[in-house]
């Protein structure tokens, strides 16, 4: 005989099971939560009140499935919602943010979506989870962030100014002494100090207009034993005498496409970090090697490898996560600006490849840049500089077209130095003007960025169109995009700062060019 169901005792069960979910709906409505259960046979969802009012209804909705969810997402988010569901089916989970526009006023409120997959024999048949309102913590994140940007451009002005001021000294310093020194080889070291400032001041700026995305790359064949070989004598001169630098290359290394200055001064600052990592002096390794048929995370092909590794402090995992943030460094201030890592991180990227980093304390940190390889060759010969004359190949009339005087006075004698006659005017207008009156002019020199409603790039355009054979060299300090606009219409652009010796080879450069453009015509 089977035994008789104590109906006492499933009324305490069910009693107390109700008192359960009660407390469950309590304890969701203190926490601002609904709950929510997706069919996936049917697409229908159960939900409670609390998720309905998040979607600004005030009572609950006869009737809601995931395409109403959708519908209510905002477009944009729209895709990142349908695929993490449909990414549940799969994972068991659900996890994801994004922005609800409600239904009362049309407000726009951050949501977060959180659940777990049930199956049958596999086959995924439900999912059950809860919704929560985040747009507070969204807008304290954001404050957070806008914080950390803003210590970030502390970090970076601080930095910066420290090592601005530096520079000015060395020149504001070496001008005021040159002036007093006759000895001709005191005078000499003066002038390299200055000329020393004035390049360390470049490579500064070149770091920062990266980040604007205002600096060009301008990738060619690259051997890079040659290249860092050639580097040996810059290397030694940042490194302290007990930081040794050693150097190790494949053989049959294959040649890299790069932009060569760039390369150089990443090389630089990562050995002056490696420098810095080693208070007590260490060891500085530099070697390169091929990667044939390369496939890590966004890396596919033929890729050149090249290692700078130390022998100093090292980094935690809590520093290293934020080794390629721009202007994060350990530094105090004035001790760097905190872009080299994020430098060769924008600059490898930028190029093709990529870069990883692998740091322990107390046994050093190993940088690798990952460079794509090419099948071009190497240009092989001197620098432009030991091929350079000490004056012009022929003289000319240069018409110099620069709104700021001080800079003005010092291009003017720039290119007297090289052999060539000065005409100074401050406008494009001016310029015109200039050439209007059929004044001798050999070639144009203008700034891109002046006064008045015609810029440098228009300047030429406008001078091709009534003087064709006229040679026209601009120079920047930055505006890329005017640049490459200019570069688009094969129109020469020095960058600033320039050498006298870069000077000279550019003015000659356009005049053979424009001899050229008559011949062909």
């Given at each position: 005989m089977g035994r008789r169901p104590d109906r006492n005792r499933d009324r305490a069960m069910t009693s107390e099971a109700l008192s359960t979910t009660e407390l469950l709906q309590v304890a969701l409505d203190a926490a601002g939560m609904g709950s929510w259960e997706l069919y996936l046979s049917t697409g229908a969802m159960h939900r409670t009140l609390r998720h309905d009012q998040m979607f600004g209804y005030e009572e609950m909705?006869?009737?809601?499935?995931?395409?109403?969810?959708?519908?209510?997402?905002?477009?944009?988010?729209?895709?990142?919602?349908?695929?993490?569901?449909?990414?549940?089916?799969?994972?068991?989970?659900?996890?994801?943010?994004?922005?609800?526009?409600?239904?009362?006023?049309?407000?726009?409120r951050w949501v977060h979506l959180s659940g777990r997959t049930f199956y049958i024999d596999g086959t995924a048949m439900r999912i059950v989870g809860l919704i929560a309102d985040v747009t507070h913590?969204?807008?304290?994140?954001?404050?957070?962030?806008?914080?950390?940007?803003?210590?970030?451009?502390?970090?970076l002005t601080g930095g910066v100014a420290h090592d601005f001021n530096n520079l000015l000294q060395v020149i504001s310093g070496g001008l005021q002494v040159v002036a007093r020194q006759s000895d001709p080889q005191r005078r000499e070291r003066i002038f390299a100090s200055m000329r020393q400032a004035v390049d360390r001041g470049a490579s500064l700026c070149r770091q920062l207009l990266a980040f604007s995305r205002r600096q060009s790359l301008k990738p060619e064949a690259v051997n890079l034993k040659r290249l860092i070989g050639e580097m040996g004598e810059l290397l030694n001169r940042g490194l302290r005498?007990?930081?040794?630098?050693?150097?190790?290359?494949?053989?049959?290394?294959?040649?890299?496409?790069?932009?060569?200055?760039?390369?150089?001064?990443?090389?630089?600052?990562l050995a002056l970090n490696a420098r810095d990592a080693m208070p007590n002096g260490g060891r500085i390794e530099v070697s390169a090697r091929n990667c044939p048929a390369l496939a890590d995370?966004?890396?596919?092909?033929?890729?050149?490898?090249?290692?700078?590794?130390?022998?100093?402090?090292?980094?935690?995992?809590?520093?290293?996560?934020?080794?390629?943030?721009?202007?994060?460094?350990?530094?105090?201030?004035?001790?760097?600006?905190?872009?080299?890592?994020?430098?060769?991180?924008?600059?490898?990227?930028?190029?093709?490849?990529?870069?990883r980093i692998a740091s322990t304390p107390g046994r050093g940190t190993l940088v690798s840049l990952f460079l794509p390889r090419t099948l071009k060759m190497p240009t092989v010969g001197p620098h432009l500089m030991s091929l350079a004359s000490d004056h012009a190949v022929s003289a000319g009339q240069v018409?110099?077209?620069?709104?700021?005087?001080?800079?003005?006075?010092?291009?003017?004698?720039?290119?007297n130095q090289l052999?060539?006659?000065?005409?100074?005017?401050?406008?494009?207008?001016?310029?015109?003007?200039?050439?209007?009156?059929?004044?001798?002019?050999?070639?144009?020199?203008?700034?891109?960025?002046?006064?008045?409603?015609?810029?440098?790039?228009?300047?030429?355009?406008?001078?091709?169109?009534?003087?064709?054979?006229?040679?026209?060299?601009?120079?920047?300090?930055?505006?890329?995009?005017v640049r490459r606009n200019a570069a688009a219409q094969q129109i020469k652009i020095i960058p600033k700062p320039y050498r006298i010796d870069e000077l000279r080879d550019a003015l000659a450069a356009v005049r053979q060019d424009a001899r050229e453009s008559v011949r062909e015509h």
């Open positions: 909705q006869p009737f809601w499935d995931l395409e109403m969810t959708i519908d209510h997402i905002v477009e944009e988010d729209q895709p990142l919602v349908r695929r993490a569901f449909s990414e549940a089916m799969v994972d068991g989970s659900i996890d994801v943010e994004a922005r609800v526009r409600r239904s009362a006023g049309g407000e726009t913590r969204r807008a304290v994140e954001e404050r957070l962030r806008l914080a950390q940007k803003i210590e970030a451009l502390g970090q005498s007990d930081v040794q630098i050693q150097t190790a290359f494949a053989d049959e290394l294959w040649p890299a496409e790069v932009d060569p200055g760039e390369l150089e001064l990443v090389i630089l600052n995370h966004d890396l596919g092909g033929d890729f050149v490898r090249l290692d700078i590794a130390d022998s100093g402090v090292g980094m935690s995992p809590e520093i290293l996560v934020h080794a390629f943030e721009p202007f994060f460094t350990t530094k105090e201030v004035g001790g760097g600006s905190g872009l080299g890592l994020a430098h060769a991180h924008g600059f490898a990227k930028a190029s093709g490849g990529a870069v018409l110099v077209v620069e709104d700021d005087d001080e800079v003005a006075a010092l291009t003017v004698e720039m290119i052999g060539y006659d000065t005409t100074r005017v401050a406008s494009a207008e001016a310029a015109l003007g200039a050439l209007a009156d059929r004044r001798s002019v050999d070639i144009v020199f203008s700034d891109i960025m002046m006064p008045g409603r015609m810029n440098g790039v228009e300047l030429a355009q406008e001078i091709r169109r009534r003087r064709p054979d006229m040679p026209v060299l601009l120079t920047s300090g930055y505006a890329e995009g």
